[in-house]
């Protein structure tokens, strides 16, 4: 495919991806009714990573060793993302993990200031500030505290900011692809150890079509799909614009959650929401998409 069609297509394989990501936090609501958060994530990697492995089959002559321990590394913060956003959604709403989620690319800059001294910059501050807020209107009950799945969400996200740092450090000279497939790997193996060792589950529950339906989505679409999807069009789009559609995800997590869900979207709600959108895309695009060119 030529060059001109790749980069017409991109933009709208980042809002597919976006979309596929946001319908998924339903969907995992509907299924840890039946399926332990363990299982849940090791089922959805060990069925996802095989179907990425063939997305990029023509690649795997560039496979080296060293592919399982920097993917095995990044793929343990990875576990922990999907760990305590799952355990998170056990106790809050999607709506509120979609958003809370959102969180991490806030985080990531001074995660890396405390790592590697790399200041950020007053869009950073300016873009925690506006988050901090948003989480409060979010979370936070007339008695100041927090719920323990919005807690859980928000620790998923420090992890996604780990594994954000880890992918840009250890995935360095490497084919993105067989990076990212080598993480799905590690992320099902440590789940499995998770689930085998603490938790029980009937695997008959899968042959029910209101449990494999959504597990069947998580797999392919939510999983091997969407990372085809993001990859490709991060490749041919330019990283602000890429940035502002990837954040949707958050925004059609609310949507269909309403709908299809029921959540309530209180003033309050609607106000906290906001304000964390307006950071992320402050955080991630210091709003290039919107000053003036010369």
Not at 184 to 195: D, T
């Amino acid at each position: 495919m030529s060059e001109k069609k790749m980069r017409l297509l991109a933009k709208p394989m980042l809002f597919a991806a976006a979309f596929f990501w946001g319908a998924s936090f339903l969907l995992m609501k509907n299924a840890l009714d039946s399926i332990p958060t363990g299982y849940l994530i090791a089922i959805r990697f060990t069925a996802g990573a095989p179907l990425a492995a063939l997305v990029c089959w023509k690649r795997w002559k560039l496979f080296t060793p060293d592919y399982l321990w920097r993917g095995g590394l990044a793929g343990l913060t990875l576990f922990g993302v999907y760990w305590a956003q799952t355990v998170g959604l056990e106790t809050t709403t999607p709506s509120n993990n979609a958003f809370l989620s959102a969180v991490y690319c806030v985080i990531v800059p001074f995660m890396a200031w405390a790592l590697f001294r790399t200041r950020p910059d007053r869009y950073n501050v300016t873009a925690a500030l506006l988050c901090l807020t948003g989480v409060g209107f979010v979370s936070l009950t007339e008695e100041l505290t927090i719920s323990t799945g919005d807690l859980f969400t928000l620790l998923g996200a420090v992890f996604c900011a780990a594994n954000i740092i880890a992918v840009s450090r250890l995935g360095q000279g490497k084919d993105v692809m067989l990076f990212t497939v080598a993480q799905l790997a590690a992320v099902a193996l440590y789940a499995w150890v998770l689930a085998l060792t603490t938790e029980t589950f009937d695997f008959s529950a899968l042959a029910r079509p209101q449990v494999l339906g959504p597990m069947l989505y998580l797999c392919v679409m939510a999983t091997a799909v969407c990372m085809a999807l993001m990859n490709i069009g991060l490749v041919w789009s330019e990283p602000a614009p890429a940035a502002v559609i990837l954040s949707l995800e958050a925004v059609f997590g609310v949507i269909l959650a309403v709908i299809f869900y029921g959540d309530p979207l209180t003033p309050r709600l609607l106000i906290g929401f906001g304000l964390i959108f307006v950071g992320v895309l402050c955080s991630e695009t210091k709003f290039a998409f919107v000053q003036k060119r010369p």
